[in-house]
């Protein structure tokens, strides 16, 4: 039988942490995104300008080395921060980069982009009519994004949406790098100690496929939901 | 009291444009007597719209007014300005020019760089929320049941309790005979259906003003007669409209006053009778006769 010598309770206390940090991210991608896509599609050139750049910057450099760059680039400029409030005003403050912040935010700032790019399709699929028509029915626009928007566009985001979760969650596997004790990283000390690397890393690859299986069926049933209203018209009648 | 008519220039030397197309007085006694227009407010008034797209001027100063139970109709070949005209009326097109009174409120607008604008949107908002538009392509929320279109605005714009805005939709979805539709969706529903649809929804507003922007245009012919029929019932029972369409004969049947526009500039207008069956100008002539 599986025998995990006692690193059984770290790598479940590992994979809780790289859900969490999943979770987490995927929020602030969709959050990111949503804001890059109304950034990329207003009007006003700046706006536009920095969705722009924001979206070529954080699509043209490896994940890894923006992780790096974030963790220890950060905790680079906070100690400068507060250096700088040391010799000005006398506060003596230490603040250590938090390595599940750091990847939170990295992750969420990487994934936000490709979410943008995935929300933009998704706005400007959603027909005009349907938005002048809450328009014309005295919806505030924030009313109107969320009633009308928001599920017509789900559906052509969707697909685009649990595609990049699917990488987002592998992902994650990046942060044991700097760090954060996730399952990968638990598995990594494992294999090292006892020299039995498919004892630890069978169980971690079976941890990814079955949160990867639980999310597909949790998007089926997403899409399901925002396709209501757009199935075949097999009930057409008149 | 001052006749009408006079009242009439008033208005027209005030804002300057000699478009107005103000239902004549005469033939509409109610409206030759001050004080009860002073007493009833004017559901919705229209001063020198002027819009323009770039280059073109698309309306070029119109004015109408809808008093209560109204049903004016605006005809005109494509171009003519007239649809642009409704879609000012609830300010999904910004006038450059002109006022707009709904019910004794008058809409603001500020000028910025980019142009005209209202001044304040939580206003238009309200004003929209009196002023039901339907839609050529009826514009459904296509995610939505019918009973949900219908109770939608009612239950998020104007805050009623949801369970009397189901009721209230019910009542109307049976009124337009579509009650055993209620759920299901647009898609599963022929343009006819989806149209009588639009109408229940814009009806849950209770109204002022019903907009009808062409509402049977996309239409197959056979789907038509229903959706006039709705309408022609809601004409009877009083409800202002102001509407854009192509069916002359609908027009004359329910009409109190028809305007008929060309390129921006009101040509001809007044009741049916004059403007459909005696039509002044040889433009309107031809726009009015069968065209095979």
Redesign the interface.
Known sequence: MIDLQGYGPRLLEGALVTVELAVLSLILAVILGLLTASAKLSRNRLIHGIGTLYTTLVRGVPDLVLMMLLFYGGQIGINMLTDQLYDAFDIDIFINVNAFVAGVITIGLIFGAYMGETFRGAFQAV?E??M?????????PL?AFR??RF??MM?HALPGIGNNWMVLLKTTALVSIIGLTDMVRVAAEATKATHEPFMFMIPVALIYLLIATLSEWGFARLTKR?N????E?S??N? | MSPAPSNDAAIDSKTGHQTSCRFPPASQPTHSVDNIMATTPIPLEAQGIKKRFGDVEVLKGISLQAHKGDVITLIGASGSGKSTFLRCMNLLEQPDEGELIVHNETINFRTTKKGREPADWKQVERIRAKLSMVFQNFNLWSHMTLLENVIEAPVYVLKKPKKQAIDEARALLDRVGLLDRADYFPTQMSGGQQQRGAIARALAMDPEVMLFDEPTSALDPELVGDVLKVMRDLADEGRTMILVTHEIAFARDVSSQVIYLHQGVVEETGVPADVLDNPRSERLRQFLAPKH
């Open positions: 027909e009519g349907q002048e028509a809450a328009r014309a029915y005295g919806m505030s009313l009633r009308v599920p017509l559906r925002y209501t209203g757009f199935g018209s009930e057409w008149n």
